[in-house]
T-cell receptor, first 117, second 112 residues
Framework: DTGVSQDPRHKITKRGQNVTFRCDPI?????LYWYRQTLGQGPEFLTY????????KSRLLSDRFSAERPKGSFSTLEIQRTEQGDSAMYLC???????????????FGNGTRLTVT | KQEVTQIPAALSVPEGENLVLNCSFT??????LQWFRQDPGKGLTSLLL?????REQTSGRLNASLDKSSGRSTLYIAASQPGDSATYLC???????????FGQGTRLTINP
């Protein structure tokens, strides 16, 4: 178990460009979450997957954002036509679904810091 | 609306003191509550998880309590050390919501 890994650690891009981030969860975890965190704030939920199914999307996730988890393992988060307001830390977490909808503890990766210039 | 609040936003104390961080939440119907630590520019490290049926959890110098009826949790840190300096985040897994809802965190500084 190597924990949750995210790639890249840092990304600097120009406004209008597309970016894609990758998350590899803990292998036996069937739930995968994406959060966004800006300076001085707690993480905000973006979306989550149970296996390969995307079950919930936050209203924060505009149509420029898309996430996939094609085989129920790794996930990608793509942002199209980036804006300066997209600058943030993007965090991935994974967990195991227990009975009655309850999660095991969430394990977070170290995040991808996006800077849009 | 299901919300989590942490007060104060920042706290600075001398080394060796015992301290308490506070977390409040708006709905008592929860599965669990989790405390995390975050160092600058890093991801989140899970410290303690308290299930809905539990009143407290302990790990080393850390003790977390849960009072669902009042919608409060506290994280107690004993004999604080400079290495404890970090942001501490409280997050709640509300029933009916398949995600953690975070507070804004308390930035803790322990002065040598």
């Amino acid at each position: 178990d190597t924990g949750v890994s995210q790639d890249p650690r840092h990304k600097i891009t120009k406004r209008g460009q597309n970016v894609t981030f990758r998350c590899d969860p803990i292998s036996e975890h069937n739930r995968l979450y994406w959060y966004r965190q800006t300076l001085g704030q707690g993480p905000e939920f973006l979306t989550y997957f149970q296996n390969e199914a995307q079950l919930e999307k936050s209203r924060l996730l505009s149509d420029r954002f898309s996430a996939e988890r094609p085989k129920g393992s790794f996930s990608t988060l793509e942002i199209q036509r980036t804006e300066q307001g997209d600058s943030a830390m993007y965090l991935c977490a994974s967990s195991l679904l227990l009975g009655q909808g309850e999660n095991s503890p969430l394990h977070f990766g170290n995040g991808t810091r996006l800077t849009v210039t | 609306k299901q919300e989590v609040t942490q007060i104060p936003a920042a706290l600075s104390v001398p080394e060796g003191e015992n301290l308490v961080l506070n977390c409040s939440f708006t709905d008592s119907a929860i599965y669990n509550l989790q405390w995390f630590r975050q160092d600058p520019g890093k991801g989140l490290t899970s410290l303690l998880l308290i299930q809905s049926s539990q009143r407290e959890q302990t790990s080393g110098r850390l003790n977390a309590s849960l009072d669902k009826s009042s919608g409060r949790s506290t994280l107690y840190i004993a004999a604080s050390q400079p290495g404890d300096s970090a942001t501490y985040l409280c997050a709640v897994n509300f029933q009916g919501a398949q995600k953690l809802v975070f507070g804004q965190g308390t930035r803790l500084t322990i002065n040598p």
